[in-house]
Each structure stands twice: as structure tokens, then as C-alpha cells.
């Protein structure tokens, strides 16, 4: 993945459009000339990280969204989905043959790991893996709290 200047440029020029932004406005909000930023989009000079980031807030989009063409954005996306549908079906290979009762376990045992999670609350040195049945239900009892 390279940094050009000329797709940057496109990128930012597509978004303001999108959001209906003249250049004065766009300069505005990233706090830069209005000539620079004509600049930027004609790809005739490059903005410095701290600006891309801003540019990225404002139209609210990732860093690759502004740097990446669209072929390249596509291949990353295609490539987390990938990534996703391999996981997929990995728990689905893994649980194709497990009772309901199980299966009900597993989804509860999601459920509270991802509650853990949004509390910020983690489980030192203890992989899932290595939970017995009845930890787990503690947790999932417990909501995660230690009593």
C-alpha cells in the first residue's frame, strides 16, 4: 500500500462533493487555504497525516477510505470478509453437531463474554478454552462480576 498524492486527492475532491462541501467550506473545517486544498485534490501536492486525519473525521471515513483507490478498498474489504466467512464456518463446522442444549450454552456463553467485554472487563491469564462448564455459568450468573 503506497500514499498517492493524485488518489488522495480524488478521494477527498469525491467526498466533498458528496457531502455538498464548496472548497472554502472544506478548508474551513480542516483549518488550511482554500488554494491548498485545490491543490490537494488536483493531486498537485500532498497533506501531511495530522490534515488526512482530519479530513477523515470530517467525512467520516476510515484512513483507507482517503487513501486507497476503489480497487484497492475493495480487496481490503473483500479480504475481511474472507477472513469473517472463514471464522463463520469454522463455528459452524464446529457446531453442526451439538445438542440444542449446547448450542443454547454457547449463545448464552457469547452473550456474556461479550458483556464482559463492554464493561472492559478481562480475564487475566485465562483463555475460553481453558474454562470449565461450571466458570462459565458462574460467569454468566454473575454477569462477570467476582463475588
Known sequence: MTYDKRIVGKNIRAFRLRYNLSI????DMVG???????LVE???????????????KIFNITLNDLILDKDENKALAESKTSAL???LNTLVTLTH?????????????????????????????AETSTLTEKEIKYFANNNGKQV
Open 24 to 27: 472554502d467550506d472544506l478548508a
Open 32 to 38: 488550511l487555504s482554500s488554494s491548498f486544498i485545490g
Open 42 to 56: 488536483r493531486g498537485q501536492r500532498g497533506a501531511k497525516l495530522d490534515n488526512l486525519l482530519k479530513f477523515s
Open 85 to 87: 466467512e472463514k471464522k
Open 97 to 125: 453437531d451439538i445438542s440444542e442444549e449446547s448450542f443454547d450454552f454457547l449463545i448464552a456463553t457469547l452473550r456474556n463474554l461479550k458483556k464482559l467485554k463492554s464493561a472492559n472487563i478481562q480475564l487475566k491469564e
